[in-house]
């Protein structure tokens, strides 16, 4: 394989910036070049000076940078010269005068001077000097020979792999560095041994392939399970789609078929800021915690340096975010399938009396006390939220209102003390394991004590002795909230009671349903703007409701069109990488283009993959006006777009929009994409076909259901409002203890507010642009008119 820094060589380029982060790939390769052009070669750090000399040679041996630059400039003729992270110091004036005057010289005395850096830092004093060289991942020849060493070395652990094999793994490893590579192959291969597993080594690869590919946190690798058998209408997607599943196989390259660039999804829009409080749960625990997004990004993603410090989750255990169910109410735990990292985004605050306050985009669905969801940037002081935080349902009319309990008297209950573990405390019936409380419990054992709130916790936490005289309250007590809201522990609102006579209060026998929580209202009392923050969202997975999470307590809508992206990687053939365009831009000078090149590469090294570009309307609105970050925007919208024209790569681009008037003009132009799809509401049709996807997908028969009337009543809902209707009337059907019929998913789509209903003017805008812009992924029937027969006079 030729070296590509020969020709540089034996033209005489004097300074060369190599950019990459494997330095020693890329020594290896400087070293090859040098030997073919007959140059010695040095190599200099800012820890060991330079090596590869003389051991007695002590001016060369110099760790001082400007010293380093003299002694190369004194150089004989035919040198090489080797700089690690010598970015750091280019910024310096006398360094940026000796480079020059070194270029001046190497140009005649065949030397050459290598800056290897991760990063390009070239100041623009020194651009004319430097050349700029990006050196590519390693090729697939590169991968296989890093895979053939481990393997020679260790293949009577390893045992035979045949060819097939062998092409997945380094088809799996595609895209990483050698030494990202070989631990990748090493990992998989111990893992393997040491557990006995049966899993291919490729999948292992891709495992860690997906780790890797993370840590950037631009790139994130998928392994798309859905198809589009899982969704329903979309036609004219589906049928173009359909004809280009072959493209990028061998045969289409032998027919001259040209490589497809990707396509647009335009459709309906949010996400939550950082720091936001979301109220998880994990396997069987009964109880929930709260963690905040990011954290729950980080551990739920296997991130192993995670915002908290602390480890990341076993995925064998599901991992629920309290959701809503728009039927009955009730605030329940859904799984969580994904949490993902949406990039920087202007986010508004939205502040109630007495819920606290969420962050989100302006865009984001809100539920409102009505039941109506509303974009965030709507909401108006004194508009009324629905909250999670009653123990009862929400009332409805002539519904009879229990009395209110009597408070009890704290001094007239049976006090216990603790006894030799903080954690257990003994009573007449054995010991009681005293573990994590709910807050009211606490508030009251504190006021028993004589102490605020945060004293008592410090004496449970951190004063083992002292927490033995604490009185506690019994383990027979419950602690009630007087006024049903489970979030108000002030002093004056709790009252202790029996258990029993608690689950009597409340009606609730079952010692499982005990924790069930309802929703109540929430005036909006304060709205503000708090610039760019970083943003996530939760995919819900089924059997729970697929579009709502709480966040702060407040309930929020989730959205998305990724069904569809995910759905092209399969029906492709061909793996998913997300591509979050909106963390590309960073703070440091040269960060966000680094970040961009970087990305390109290894999308492009990686090849043969989807690439899902999620939101790129928020990452590219405004390009066509000035810029008021020194053209670094432009800059790298101008990277993308020309690698979008340019790139020879098999890579498939799917964007989605959710604001096609905020995308730059230049962007939609004819080769950016192949074409443009317009994701709306589902037709009649499309909605029998989705209802019909989700009966079948539960198990029934969807041929034995009529259909019909359900179709009529659910003209706007969206494919995933419709699942909805499926799960809430098994849901029900489960209760009554009988089968699925029609007429319980009927009565789910009645008591549902799609959300196309308070979205109807951004949904009619979009529409409107669509026709002679976009080509409807749906198929549009036409009605046929008959003509009126002849009228006789009889």
Not at 190 to 211: C, F, Y
């Amino acid at each position: 394989m030729n070296n590509f820094l020969v020709p540089y060589l034996k033209a005489g380029y004097p300074v060369i910036y190599l950019l990459t982060a494997e330095e020693n790939r890329a020594e290896l390769t400087t070293l090859k070049a040098a030997q073919e052009c007959g140059r010695n070669l040095k190599i200099w750090s800012h820890t060991d000076g330079f090596f590869g000399v003389g051991e007695d040679d002590d001016e060369d041996s110099t760790e001082d940078p400007v010293d380093a630059l003299e002694v190369i400039k004194a150089s004989p003729d035919k040198q090489m010269f080797v700089f690690r992270d010598f970015h750091h110091f280019l910024k310096v004036p006398k360094i940026q005068r000796l480079v020059r005057d070194i270029a001046k010289k190497f140009r005649q005395t065949q030397c050459c001077m290598v800056i290897i850096s991760p990063i390009n830092q070239i100041p623009p004093e020194l651009e004319r000097e430097i050349t700029l060289v990006e050196f590519e991942l390693p090729t697939r020849k590169e991968i296989e020979q890093t895979f053939d060493n481990l393997y020679k070395a260790n293949k009577k652990s390893i045992g035979t792999i045949d060819d097939s094999e062998k092409e997945r793994i380094i088809q799996a490893a595609m895209g990483l560095t050698t030494d990202e590579a070989e631990a990748a192959f090493a990992k998989a291969i111990v893992e393997r041994n040491m557990n006995q597993l049966d899993t291919p080594i490729s999948k292992m690869v891709l495992g860690e392939k997906a780790a890797a590919v993370r840590k950037s946190g631009i790139l994130e690798y998928f392994e798309a399970k859905e198809t589009m058998g899982d969704i329903g209408g979309l036609e004219n997607l589906k049928k173009w789609l359909q004809m280009r599943s072959k493209a990028f196989s061998t045969k289409a390259r032998e027919f001259g078929l040209p490589m497809p660039r990707g396509i647009l999804l335009a459709g309906i829009p949010g996400c939550v800021a950082a720091g936001t409080k979301i109220i998880y749960k994990r396997g069987k625990r009964h109880g929930g915690r709260t963690l905040n997004i990011e954290e729950l990004y980080a551990k739920f993603n296997n991130i192993r340096k995670g915002y908290d410090g602390g480890p990341s989750w076993d995925h064998t255990i599901p991992t629920f975010a309290q959701s809503w169910d728009q039927e009955t109410g009730r605030m329940i735990f859904a799984e969580i399938s994904h949490v993902l990292k949406k990039g920087e985004k202007t986010c508004i605050r939205i502040t109630t009396d007495d819920a606290g306050y969420v962050e989100v985009t302006k865009d984001h669905p809100i539920l409102m006390a009505d039941g109506e969801f509303c974009e965030a940037s709507d909401i108006i002081i004194g508009d009324k939220l629905l909250v999670r935080g009653s123990m009862l349902p929400k009332p409805k009319k002539n519904r009879k209102q229990k009395k209110k309990a009597k408070r009890a008297s704290i001094d007239s209950l049976p006090i216990w003390y603790k006894s030799g573990s903080v954690k257990k405390v003994n009573t007449s019936s054995g010991v009681y394991e005293y573990k994590r409380q709910r807050r009211s419990r606490l508030v009251i054992e504190a006021h028993m004590n004589g102490l605020s709130f945060d004293e008592y916790v410090e004496i449970l936490r951190n004063c083992p002795k002292e927490s033995e005289s604490m009185r506690v309250l019994g383990p027979e007590f419950d602690v009630h909230h007087i006024d049903e809201d489970a979030m108000n522990d002030n002093i004056s609102n709790l009252m202790v009671m029996l258990s029993e006579k608690h689950k009597d209060l409340h009606h609730h026998h079952d010692e499982s349903k005990f924790d069930i929580e309802y929703t109540r209202e929430s005036t909006v009392v304060k709205i503000e703007d708090v610039g760019v923050h970083e943003t996530f969202d939760i995919s819900i997975k089924e059997p729970g409701p697929h579009n709502f999470s709480t966040s702060n307590g407040i309930i929020l809508h989730n959205c998305g069109k990724s069904l569809s992206a995910k759905a092209t990687s399969n029906i492709l053939g061909i793996p998913l990488i997300r591509f979050d365009v909106g963390r590309i831009f960073g703070g440091l000078v040269g960060q966000s283009e680094e970040n961009m090149r970087s990305a390109i590469q290894t999308i492009e090294a990686i090849g043969n993959c989807v690439c899902w570009v999620d939101e790129m309307d928020k990452a590219f609105a405004g390009m066509g006006g000035g810029s008021t970050d020194g053209g670094t925007s432009q800059r790298v919208f101008g990277n993308f777009i020309t690698w979008m024209q340019e790139k020879t790569a098999p890579v498939f681009i799917v964007a989605t929009v959710n604001r096609i008037d905020a995308l730059p003009p230049e962007l939609l132009r004819k080769g950016r994409f192949d074409e443009i799809f317009f994701v709306g509401l589902p037709s009649d049709d499309e909605r029998e076909d989705i209802l019909k996807i989700h009966v079948n997908k539960y198990g029934r028969d969807a041929d034995k259901f009529k259909l019909d009337e359900c179709v009529n009543k659910s003209t706007d809902f969206s494919g995933a409002e419709l699942e909805e209707a499926v799960i809430s009337g098994l849901y029900h059907a489960f209760y009554e203890d009988r089968d699925l019929e029609s007429k319980d998913i009927l009565k789910a789509i009645k008591t549902t507010n799609p959300l196309a209903k308070s979205r109807s003017r951004q949904l009619e805008d979009m529409a409107k642009w669509a026709t002679g812009n976009a080509v409807n992924a749906s198929v549009v029937k036409k009605e046929t008119k008959t003509s009126a027969g002849r009228q006789l006079d009889i």
